[in-house]
């Protein structure tokens, strides 16, 4: 029972690994932003990370994307 439990959570735990790998990058820096295109070109989704350290998303993350960096003042 517990050998079982155990490879069906190992299982699991591979699954989610592998999930999370497959979805596209995002901002991990301060000030970096990302724009996501659909397969036409047509923007689909935008992520960020501004200056003050605020994370925002909306739409869709697809494996189109573009990458920029705000010009964030010193503190």
Do not use: W
Request: with cysteine.
């Amino acid at each position: 029972m517990r050998k079982s439990f155990a490879l069906g959570l190992g299982l699991v735990a591979a699954l989610v690994a592998t999930a999370a790998l497959a979805r596209p990058p995002g901002p991990d820096e301060i000030g970096e932003f990302y724009v996501y295109f659909d397969a036409s070109g047509k923007i689909v989704g935008q992520a960020q990370l501004s200056c003050e350290g605020v994370y925002t998303e909306s739409g869709v993350r697809t494996s189109s994307y573009s990458v920029g960096h705000l010009v964030c003042n010193p503190r």
